[in-house]
Every structure is written in C-alpha cells, then in structure tokens.
C-alpha cells in the first residue's frame, strides 16, 4: 500500500491572510490599525494590480502602525503635514526670503494639487503628473525645480520620522535644460550704447541719483550694496570701493506662515563671492566728493553729521536708512521726467550695463566675473553679457579682414617693358604669399 503524502501547509505573512481577489480582477487587503471605544477592530483597506503588490503596500503600513506617529499622520492630509513642516522645521533652517519662497510654491503649486491626500496616496507618479503638468502650463523650469525640491525634502523629513517608508520624488525626472528661442534684441539688458550720454546727461541734473547710479553703471554694484554703502567703504584718494554688506527685505510671518509686514535692513552680502573692492572711474569718484560736499552744507544746516566714517553714504535727510521701495519711487520719477522709459531701465539695468561696457572694451571674462562678486563665471557670460546686432557685424568684421578682397589692377601688358613686365611678376607673388600668411594665421 502506498503511502500517503503529507503536504505542510506553510504559514502566510502577518496581514497576509486578508489578502484576496476581486470579481473585477483587483486584488485587495486588509490590516487593523487599531480598535474603537467598543473593542471593535478598525481596519484600513489597501489596493493593487497584484497580490504582490498589495502585499507589499500591507508590509508598509504595518511597519507604520508600529511607529508611534501612526494616528497623527492617518488623520492628517500631506497638506496639513507640510504646512506644519514648512513653519516648524524648514522656516528655522533658511532665510526669511528663501522661507517665504517656499512657501508661496506650496501654496500655490502642492497644496491645491494635493493638500487633500493622504501621503500614502502621494506617489511617485502623482508628483511626476503635477511637475508635467506646471511645465505644460508654462512656468518655468526653475520653478518646477524648486517645487520638486520642496517635495524631496518633506518626504526626507518623512521617512525620517517613519511617516512612509520611502521618498516617492527620488524617482521623478525634470528636463536638465530649459530651450528658449533666442532673441538678441528682447535679450539686451543693458542700456544701448546710443542712448548712454543722454542717461549720463540726465543724471547730472539730481544730486542724489548721480552718485547713486554712477555706483551700478560705473561700479558695477547691486542695488542693495549700493545702498549699504558707508563713507568708510569709499576711499577717493585710492578710488576704490569696498563692498561689504548689503540692505535687504526681511518679511515677517504670522503663526500660519502669511507675511505681517516687510523690514528693511542691512545684513551680508548676497554671497560670499559679492564681497569684493572694486575700481573707480574718475567719473565716479568726482560725482562722490561732489555729494559728499552736499551732504556735509546739509548737516550743518540740520545740526546733524552725514559724512562721519559710520555714516551711510546714501541716507535718509535725517541719516537714517533709505528703503529700496524709496528709492526706486525717485527714480521712476526721475526716467519719468527726461521721457527715458521707453529705454526699458531700471536699476539692474545699470549693473548689466557695466558688464557689458567691460565685455565691449575686450575684458577677460574672469576679471568681469570678480569685479561684479560672481561666484561663477558661467552667469558673468552668459546673465551679464548682453548681445545686440553690433556684435554680431563686428564678428563678420573678423572674416572681412582676413579674407578681404583685393581690386585687381588691369595692366596692358603688352606695353610693358622687360623690367616692368618683371616688377609686375614680382607685385604679384607679394600678394600671393600675403593671401597664404594670412590664411596660415587665421587657422592657427
């Protein structure tokens, strides 16, 4: 007789047993979360294309329901998570301009996408279809990078703390470049050079102005750095400036991240590349010691000082700092009166201007790139160096040169004596070997 076989029945995973198929073909399962104030048993459904992978969605959760954050982050929405991220964590660890950057992307990119899922339920494909989506709807690439930045830095501080087991935006992709249709003349930031003389004219007309943007047009200073400036950072004797601090806007938040008002204030420079001392002109040096003239028939007139090394250089009439919002109304009124808008200039533009004054006299891009407190090169040519027909017809100069066509002479022949005839000859291989030295330069 033979003898019976024995099958082992093997023993299912933990939550494993819950797991079963649908009439419609997907599968499903089930793990208690927890129990209700009956006793009962609270049980949370999960969903899949396979047993596999509910399977693995049960082992998930189930690692979760053992962290001690599992009820907060179940009865919370990942947008209710990252707000509390963003005013807890993330506003501490940045600027208040970066925080605020921040958190305008969530609220305007993530949280009306999202905000209302679980973030179980944010998945990878759920952020790749909204990086898709802002892209399609024309922002720009930058933004989107910043917003996938956001995403990657939540679910970090979320596995982290056990909220899900992995980050879902490590596998999302962004394009690494942006195309743009390039436009020379739309892409001219600088002031043209034709209408440089009437600004410079113009300008000599406003005693604060003057100083104030010979500093960016002839310095090459930002705005905030200019309006940094201290008497002790201008040395008219040497004709240097030293730039080493800058004002800037800090926003103040409420306990729900919402802006309360914006200070004025100075603090470091833009980065640590932006401190730097850079050459004076002798146009700006003269427009400096004329102001500082002004300034000091000013004070005694109030009885106060203007000019004192601690002093800021453009102040207020009563010392006191001078807003960036303050000075810009001036200076709109200002292109305003000499019917100058039309240039499209504002006070970057006097920043690109110098650069690209610099670019036009042949300067080594390095040395352009240290005068303007770049931390890479890459932005001096590329941000800074504006391109207009100009040089594209001195380029075709180039060519012109090294390939000019020379008028023939036409010479009677026939009456030219033995040595004429000879002289000719030998005119003629000069040019010869003159064509072929030039050709051998040019492509060296």
């Not at 960016?216 to 400036?229: D, K, P, Q, V």
């Not at 109030?302 to 250089?313: A, E, F, H």
């Not at 020379?406 to 000719?424: C, G, I, R, V, W």
Request: charged share 30%; net charge positive.
């Amino acid at each position: 007789m033979a003898r019976k076989k024995v099958v082992s029945k093997t023993r299912r995973a933990n939550n494993e047993g819950s797991i079963f198929q649908r009439k419609d073909g997907r599968w499903t399962g089930a793990v208690t979360t927890g129990y209700d104030d009956n006793g009962k048993p609270i049980r949370k459904f999960i969903y899949g294309k396979s047993r596999m992978e509910v399977a693995n969605k049960l082992t998930e959760l189930t690692n979760r329901i053992e962290s001690e954050n599992f009820d907060y982050v179940d009865k919370n929405t990942i947008g209710s998570l990252m707000t509390e991220w963003l005013l807890v964590f993330k506003k501490n660890q940045v600027t208040p301009r970066t925080f605020e950057g921040n958190f305008s992307k969530f609220k305007l990119h993530i949280e009306p996408k999202v905000g209302n899922m679980k973030i179980d339920e944010v998945t990878t494909m759920v952020i790749q279809k909204l990086l898709n989506q802002m892209l399609e709807d024309g922002y720009s690439l930058d933004v989107v990078r910043k917003t996938k930045v956001i995403f990657n830095q939540f679910f970090d501080y979320a596995v982290q703390n056990k909220f899900v087991q992995s980050n879902p935006t490590l596998l999302t992709r962004v394009k690494s470049k942006e195309r743009k249709i390039y436009d020379g003349e739309n892409k001219y930031k600088a002031i043209p050079p034709e209408a440089r003389e009437k600004f410079l004219t113009c300008l000599g007309e406003h005693k604060l102005l003057k100083p104030l943007c010979l500093c960016m047009m002839l310095g090459g200073l930002r705005t905030g750095e200019t309006l940094g400036l201290m008497w002790k950072d201008i040395d008219l004797k040497n004709k240097t400036i030293n730039v080493d601090r800058a004002i800037t806007i800090v926003p103040k938040f409420d306990e729900n991240g919402k802006i309360t008002k914006r200070v004025t204030v100075i603090s470091e420079t833009k980065t640590a590349c932006s401190k730097r001392t850079v050459p004076m002109p002798d146009m700006l040096v003269e427009a400096l010691k004329e102001y500082k003239i002004n300034q000091e028939i000013k004070a005694d007139g109030k009885g106060i000082v203007l000019t004192d090394n601690s002093n800021l250089v453009f102040c207020n009439d009563d010392g006191s700092l001078r807003t960036y919002y303050g000075t810009k109304k001036i200076f709109n009124r200002f292109l305003s009166k000499y019917d100058l808008n039309n240039l499209g200039i504002h006070f970057h533009t006097l920043r690109h201007t110098y650069s690209n004054m610099l670019f036009e006299a042949d300067q080594n891009p390095k040395v352009i790139q240290s005068l303007l407190g770049h931390k890479d090169v890459k932005t001096t040519i590329s941000t800074y160096n504006s391109v207009d027909k100009s040089y594209f017809n001195k380029a075709t100069d180039v060519f012109d040169e090294q390939y000019k066509v020379e008028e023939e002479k036409q010479t009677d022949f026939d009456n030219l004596s033995d040595d004429e005839l000879m002289e000719q000859m030998r005119e003629l291989e000069s040019q010869i070997e003159k064509r072929k030295k030039r050709q051998k330069d040019f492509e060296m």
